[in-house]
């Protein structure tokens, strides 16, 4: 049997196993204005995932009962972006010109009974939507599974038309396999070799108990690298006024701002989460890099940052953080003998605060978290360094440098803001080498200080105190190499930018 889509004059030689060409969906979505361009590539959060991709049949191949004990299923989240398709797919999908349409929905497909793959015989009613709030490129849903469940995703543009995404399959052999552990399961079925997804080994459920399944739709790991975010908060500190603004580092000196659901004293930008201070309730928060969003601010969610949970209850609540590669550091408000101790934990949020290095000389007001060392300062202006991770028992060193107000670590240097505010030191990240000065940028007036700098993938960005922004190209030879940047919102109080994802 030979059947043709109506959006492209290839035909494809079809069999009972494999999903037919040109379906159109009838469900009705809502779509938002912003509409989503796929960027280049894509990746499973935690593996590599190349992709091949199918039209799903009208009647999606899906289950509500699989055949298991309550023992073996579980409640999973899964998130899904589809804002990073790789080239191969984009080009080679089956129906022309999916991709020149906004995805509207994605829907987790469960793997259908034998003789069939994805074929529709389930009935309709058991597939799961994803849905996205509006500004996000990840698409959001909950269901009970299975812990050996076989599953995978299928997207739909704003034309109503809906592929599916497939492991390596003889009718499409140029565009890669699934060599994810969450993508190994091999199947034969009607000549072809499918593999669909399967969860991970070794998941851990959050604290309420549903674990989180987090993809990227057809990913190539590495092909598509994730993007440096750059995040600002903006005065007045008090008030309930939205005061977010983001923006991909590559586009901060010329792309418009975007502004975010929230109201945060500061912000911390890791390689995956965003972290801030609730400016009115004082909690800390937490959300997807890719999930801040203009128009709905669930996508936040509270993270304890209260000492009741800590091992000292003298403690205040956390007062500063840094997000690190995969770990978060923060500061507690107790200012005794030095400042606050430090407490570590998961850069998801998904466990509990533990200490970090030794108790005594752990009393720091700010820290910084660099690929090889925690850095940090204490009430005067001292400077210190923990190996990283800084484990409870951890020594800190001595960094040789006082009189310091701020620090931030990028990929491969340090750099800190002398008490005066017209001084910039730099070093290496790991501790080698000595502190050069920077010079400030020459349109400074003598009144103007520097409140904080930041460093991303690309560039140091400097705050005066005028809440203003500057960028200067690393390696930032200082001086003339700052330039202003006019399309920052103002009066910024807080800025930083993500990790560098390697």
């Not at 361009?37 to 009647?59: K, L, S, Y």
């Not at 580092?249 to 945060?264: I, L, M, P």
């Not at 840094?322 to 770990?327: A, I, L, M, R, S």
């Not at 690929?371 to 190996?387: D, E, H, K, P, S």
Request: charged letters at 20%; a neutral charge.
């Amino acid at each position: 049997m030979v059947m043709h889509s109506k959006r492209t004059s290839a035909s494809v030689e079809m069999d009972e196993h494999t999903p037919m060409l040109g379906a159109k969906t009838t469900t009705t979505t809502t779509t938002t204005t912003w509409a989503v361009t796929p960027r280049r590539a894509f990746a499973v959060i935690g593996g590599a995932c190349a992709c091949a991709v199918a039209v799903v049949g009208a009647r999606a191949a899906i289950r509500g009962s699989f055949g298991a004990s309550a023992a073996a299923m579980r409640t999973v989240e899964f998130s899904v972006d589809v804002g990073c398709i790789p080239p191969g797919v984009m080009a080679n999908a089956p129906i022309e010109g999916f991709f020149d349409k906004q995805v509207t929905k994605v829907t987790m497909q469960r793997k259908g009974t034998p003789p069939e793959e994805f074929g529709g015989d389930r009935g309709a009613g058991a597939g799961v939507d994803l849905t996205r709030r509006g500004f996000s490129t990840i698409f959001k849903g909950t269901a009970t599974v299975s812990a050996d469940e076989e599953f995978g995703f299928a997207v739909t543009n704003e034309n109503g038309d809906t592929i599916f995404e497939l492991g390596y399959n003889s009718r499409l052999p140029d565009t890669g396999d699934l060599i994810d552990d969450s993508c190994a399961t091999a199947v034969e079925a009607g000549g072809g070799v499918y593999r669909n997804r399967k969860f991970p080994a070794g998941m851990t459920p959050r604290a309420d108990g549903v674990y989180e399944y987090k993809a990227k739709w057809a990913g190539c790991l590495g092909v598509c690298p994730q993007t440096v975010k750059l995040i600002a908060t903006v005065g007045p500190a008090l008030g309930d006024a939205d005061n977010v603004y983001g923006i991909e580092e590559s586009k901060a000196a010329t792309d418009v701002w975007r502004k975010y659901k929230g109201h945060f004293t500061m912000v911390s930008a890791g390689e995956s989460n965003t972290w801030g201070l609730d400016t009115n309730t004082g909690k800390l928060m937490i959300t997807d890099n890719l999930d801040l969003n203009p128009y709905d601010a669930s996508n936040w969610r509270t993270v304890n940052n209260d000492a009741k949970h800590l091992s000292y209850p003298s403690d205040g609540p956390v007062i500063d953080m840094d997000v690190g590669h995969g770990v978060v550091y923060g500061v507690t408000k107790n200012q005794n003998a030095g400042g606050g101790r430090i407490w570590m934990r998961s850069s998801n949020g998904n466990d509990d605060w533990v200490q970090a290095g030794k108790y005594e000389s752990s009393r720091l007001v700010q820290v910084t978290s660099g690929r090889t060392n925690l850095w940090g300062t204490n009430l005067l202006g001292n400077v210190y360094y923990c190996a990283n991770p800084c484990r409870p028992g951890s020594y800190w060193a001595y960094g040789t440098l006082g009189s310091i107000k701020q620090m931030e670590v990028g990929d491969a240097q340090l750099y800190a803001i002398h008490n005066n505010g017209r001084t910039i030191y730099v070093r290496n990240e790991n501790a080698s080498g000595g502190w050069v000065n920077i010079n400030v940028p020459a349109a400074f007036s003598s009144t103007d200080i520097i409140n904080q700098v930041a460093v991303g993938e690309t560039s140091l960005w400097l705050l005066d105190g005028q809440g203003k922004l500057y960028q200067c190209s690393l390696p930032c030879a200082g001086g003339g190499a700052f330039t202003l940047v006019p399309s920052a919102p103002a009066n910024i109080i807080s800025i930083d930018a993500g990790k560098v994802v390697r």
